[in-house]
């Protein structure tokens, strides 16, 4: 009911009663007159008896037949003269069917037992009825004039006082109000701006990341990834083929990296494998954001004297990979760098507990793993409290000497860092499990629309 | 990640106990490899193939085990076992050493010039006196095959070729001939084949194909006889039949040929420690002192606690004379160590990475947003505030997106083009964010109009006078979707942005619109020249200037454009460049 219904005017008050009773239904009423269906065979077989065949013709016939039949008041003689005919087996019956259903009939169905009553029900002679009905009383405003009520409170009352005298229609509390028209955010984007929020708390500083395009130097050379490595494979990258190569490089660190990969140096043995100028040229949309850290850290090292640093991003990245419910050819990666003198194992620990309680999450352990450009490597794995399993969350690691050196960074300082994406936390976030209704032109609007604000840590 | 499958009876047995499914994920997440599957032959055919496929196969428990991609020494049962009984400290970390045969005389493969023009590298190895069970026959084989795959690159870098030594007779030679040249009779053939002939045979093969176009084009192909003329292989495709290995071998002659001499050498290092308590390679030795891994890892252990460690992780070590230092002994196996960190990294395995105290570093830093970023989160707020909700679209699409169905020459976009798409939706990374948000509409035709969506995000244009020959730009776009055009709407959008960024109206210092100069009837068939303004309805386009120079455009979108994505309603579109309000 809407506010002009009268559910709450208290002019009358109505209460709603049931009462429940059993009534016969048409074949139970036919009982009553004539008779069960098994008393009617039983009386309709003479003493000689009587072909089966012409019983079953009869109306009640085969009902009766199997109903008498277990009650053993006739027999069928299979083999007898000119087919099977049935006899009766005793003298007298009793109809009880019939004298429950005259029980009912007369109103007085509570002599019967609740049993016998849902076995007649089941065989659809008796039937139970709710009669619904409404007992009506005087309410407490009871008046026998009628005022109009007014829906709404006007200038006009306002001015004249003349809302002291009106009655206003009571709303009802019940209904939804009217959507307020706005616009919204993307819940990936407001999961970003938390992400970024978190990382200025603690002191990180945001790196530019915006080069989608990026050479293979930068992106894998730069970062001790070998040239043979799989994830330079056309399976994995996309290669571009306009504009095809990158033509400029700072020579001298382009010179350390290719020895640091083919011959080695700066306490490395080295790949020991022909390093080729023209795999770094090649142009790619950018891998992972490690990309843009190297370019960054390599500016920081020719700074006359070394600061230590915080930096982090958010931001697109590219893969070649074969798409799935959770997997996209582009994504956001989540990436944290600190570099200072003596950092340690430790700290990169100690720093991702400070950043994954802010996102609420406590319970944190650590898998040794593998990644070309990072030793030692771990994956950071947090136990799912609804999963009740681990689950993993991010990678991390500390840069290897072998990318930092050649950079001209000094030789004490360490470099931690750490990455996530930014989809998958979001995906568990709003519950949401194929990629494509977040992110990309399927989005569904209704849920942009629903979304609630981004608290990471509730 | 390479996955490798162990029956899990026989692991156990290797391993000297059993463990519950928790118990071995545990131990696994410690040594830095992952449980990934519990799993039976039987259950894997049912999975790929069904259940009638299944019937009869093998229940005995697998277990898939994630190995890291660079530790080629636990893709086997021996292997893992190794590793495992070390780190567990049940076994001692091998040491392997050469024997000579009992002849006195080496083996010898003998590399031709010729190879150099095809695959310029060979090594080659022989296990004495082994003995084959199914099970190490199935491993032998199955490491080969992990290897081909990983580190040989698909054989590209290495081919692996294993041969009974008692069949053939050294010296070999690795040479070079024309196609034609070759005869032989491969594995599993019964007739001779000359290498033209087999290249075609195995055109069809479902496994041999993929290797078919490493030296299918070349004008000679490898090969490798025995002092009788025998062809032991024809690397990388195929071996010959002739020395084919088997249960009863006993002695394997291993060849590695290779574009990659380091790789060959490590996979020839592989095979051989893998299988042999026998090895010609020695030992190399590292020394680094207790003092820079208790630095390195945030912890501090004595030098001989340190000297433990490493030993666990099979790096046999041993503290010298000065009390400081530690000397590390690098099997053959541990091609992954090249530098003192990843001895580090051991030594904090072995320690325990979760046994670390985590601390919190002392670095003081004060933070600085990017200022595009600023004013781009500045700017979402206010454009969701006004009305308009935030899509969020793909960088990469075809070129269709971005020119024809734009009504535009893919030439005249500066686009940058991707070599390797698997599908033409990743052709170009986009010029403009406005077939995004077009897209975003036509999958969202079901919901109440009008539509109105933004974003603020970066497109991509070729740039000479960057490093890499492109660069990204900032843009914020807009749509209006609705019965009527909508014009004033977005054109109220685009006041309302001037405002947010301080700039008034007016000519000069100020903003101002003005009328695209093409007017009705001009087609983008009729004037070719002007595909920039293409896109949008003759006459209901305008430029955007601020201080006085072009930053955009807005307008109500051309009709073309609105069917071709198959939209059905009139549509009007804003799409500036917010990089001059830096």
């Known amino acids: ?458 | 990640m390479p996955t490798v499958s162990v029956k899990r009876d026989l692991l156990f047995h290797a391993l000297g106990r059993t463990y519950s499914d928790e118990e071995f994920d545990e131990l696994c997440f410690e040594f830095g490899l992952e449980l990934d599957e519990i799993t039976s032959e039987k259950d894997i055919i049912s999975r790929e193939q069904g259940d009638t496929k299944a019937e009869g196969a093998s229940d005995v428990i697998l277990y898939k085990i994630d190995v890291p991609a660079n530790r080629y020494d636990l893709l086997c049962l021996e292997g893992l076992v190794r590793g495992l009984q070390v780190f567990k400290e049940k076994m001692e970390a091998p040491r392997y050493r050469r024997v000579s045969p009992t002849s006195g005389e080496p083996q010898r493969l003998v590399i031709t010039e010729e190879t150099a023009a095809v695959r310029p590298h060979a090594v080659a190895a022989v296990l004495r006196n082994i003995t084959f069970t199914q099970e190490r026959y199935d491993s032998f084989i199955e490491l080969q095959e992990k290897l081909h795959q990983n580190v040989c690159r698909k054989r590209t870098l290495v081919a692996i070729g294993t041969h009974d030594l008692d069949t053939i007779s050294g010296p070999f030679t690795y040479t070079a001939k024309p196609p034609d040249d070759i005869r032989f009779t491969p594995l599993n053939q019964a007739q001779e084949y000359t290498a033209t002939e087999l290249m075609n045979l195995y055109k069809t093969d479902s496994h041999l194909r993929h290797y078919l176009h490493i030296i299918e084009d070349k004008p000679v192909y490898p090969v490798i006889y025995d002092s009788n003329g025998i062809v032991l292989s024809m690397p990388p495709i195929i071996n010959g039949d002739h020395s084919k290995i088997s249960l009863n071998t006993k002695n394997v002659f291993i060849e590695c040929t290779a574009t990659d001499l380091t790789k060959a050498k490590i996979v020839l290092d592989m095979m051989v420690t893998m299988f042999c308590e026998y090895c010609e390679e020695p030992f190399t030795k590292e020394t680094l002192s207790g003092d820079f891994i208790n630095r390195k890892v945030g912890i501090s252990e004595s030098t001989e606690r340190i000297a433990q460690l490493l030993t666990k992780m099979c790096l046999r070590s041993e503290v010298m004379s000065d009390g400081e230092q530690i000397e590390v002994e690098i099997p053959p196996t541990r091609s992954d160590v090249i530098h003192a960190c990843d001895i580090m990294e051991d030594a904090a395995m072995a320690y325990g990475f979760n046994n670390i105290i985590r601390t919190t570093p002392r670095t003081y830093t004060v933070a600085n947003q990017l200022p595009l970023n600023k004013l781009t989160e500045l700017l979402r707020q206010d454009l969701a505030a006004a009305g308009f909700t935030e899509a969020l679209t793909f960088a990469l699409c075809s070129q269709e997106d971005i020119a024809d169905k734009l009504l535009k020459n893919i030439s005249d976009t500066r686009a940058c083009h991707i070599a390797n798409p698997k599908t033409a939706e990743f052709q170009v990374a986009r010029t403009t964010l406005l077939p995004g948000l077009l897209k975003t509409l036509a999958a969202n035709r079901k919901m109440p109009l009008p539509l109105r969506l933004f974003e603020i995000s970066d497109v991509v244009l070729k740039d000479e006078t960057k490093d890499v020959g492109a660069k990204n730009n900032r843009r914020l776009c807009a749509v209006y979707y609705n019965k009527s055009p909508g014009f004033e709407v977005i054109h109220g959008l685009m006041d309302r942005v001037m405002q947010l960024l301080e700039v008034k109206p007016g000519r000069d210092e100020g903003y101002h619109i003005q009328a695209d100069t093409v007017t009705y009837g001009a087609g983008p068939a009729s004037f070719p020249t002007l595909s920039l303004y293409s896109s949008f309805f003759p006459g209901r386009c305008a430029e955007i200037f601020a201080h006085g120079k072009s930053i955009g455009r807005l307008g109500v979108l051309h009709p073309d454009v609105i069917s071709r994505f198959e939209l059905t309603m009139p549509c009007s579109a804003l799409d500036i460049d917010i990089e001059p309000f830096l």
């Open chain 1, 1 to 458: 009911m809407d506010e002009a219904g009268c559910g709450g005017c208290q002019v009358i008050s109505a209460e709603q009663r049931s009462s429940k009773h059993w009534e016969l239904t048409g074949e139970g009423c036919e009982i009553a007159e004539q008779g069960s269906h098994e008393a009617r065979v039983f009386s309709s077989i003479p003493d000689e008896g009587m072909p089966q065949g012409q019983l079953m013709k009869l109306a009640f016939g085969k009902v009766g037949f199997s109903k008498a039949m277990s009650n053993k008041w006739i027999r069928l003689d299979k083999g007898h003269e000119g087919g099977p005919r049935v006899f009766r087996t005793v003298e007298n019956i009793e109809d009880s069917v019939r004298d429950k259903l005259l029980v009912v009939q007369k109103g007085q169905s509570s002599q019967l037992e609740e049993k016998e009553k849902s076995e007649l029900k089941k065989r659809k002679l008796l039937s139970e009825v709710t009669v619904k009905s409404y007992w009506i009383t005087k309410g407490s405003l009871f008046s026998t004039t009628i005022t109009k009520q007014e829906t709404e409170l006007t200038p006009e009352m306002i001015a004249s006082g003349s809302w002291k005298e009106k009655k206003f229609k009571p709303y009802n509390f019940e209904a939804m109000g009217v959507a307020p028209d706005c616009g919204h955010l993307h819940p990936l984007m407001k999961v970003r701006t938390q992400f970024r929020q978190i990382f200025l708390e603690m002191g990180f500083t945001e790196m530019p990341t915006n080069n989608f395009i990026e050479s293979s130097f930068w992106n894998f050379d730069s970062l001790f990834q070998p040239q043979q490595h799989p994830a330079r494979d056309q399976h994995d990258t996309f290669f571009l083929s306009d504009p095809a190569q990158a033509h400029e490089f700072p020579l001298d660190y382009l010179e350390r990296v290719r020895k640091v990969h083919s011959e080695g140096g700066f306490g490395s043995q080295g790949y020991k494998y022909d390093w080729k100028i023209e795999e770094a040229q090649k142009n790619i949309l950018r891998t992972h954001t490690t990309a843009v850290s190297a370019r960054m850290l390599y500016k920081l090292a020719q700074k006359e004297k070394f600061t230590p640093v915080k930096y982090f991003s958010i931001d697109r990245v590219f893969r070649n990979e074969t798409l799935d419910a959770t997997h996209l050819a582009e994504f956001h990666q989540i990436e944290g760098v600190v570099a200072d003198y003596g950092l340690t194992l430790g700290d990169l620990m100690g720093i991702l507990h400070q950043f994954f309680t802010k996102l609420g999450i406590t319970k944190l352990r650590f898998k040794p793993a593998y990644n070309p450009y990072t030793e030692p490597s771990m994956e950071v794995f947090s136990y799912h409290e609804g999963l009740k399993k681990w689950v993993e969350v991010g990678n991390s690691g500390v840069f290897r000497p072998e990318m930092l050196l050649p950079m001209g960074l000094p030789e004490g300082v360490t470099v931690i860092a750490w990455g996530l994406s930014l989809e998958r936390p979001t995906m568990i976030k709003y519950g949401i499990n194929n990629i494509r209704e977040l992110v990309g032109h399927k989005v569904n609007l209704q849920m942009v629309y629903d979304s609630p604000v981004c608290r990471l840590d509730a």
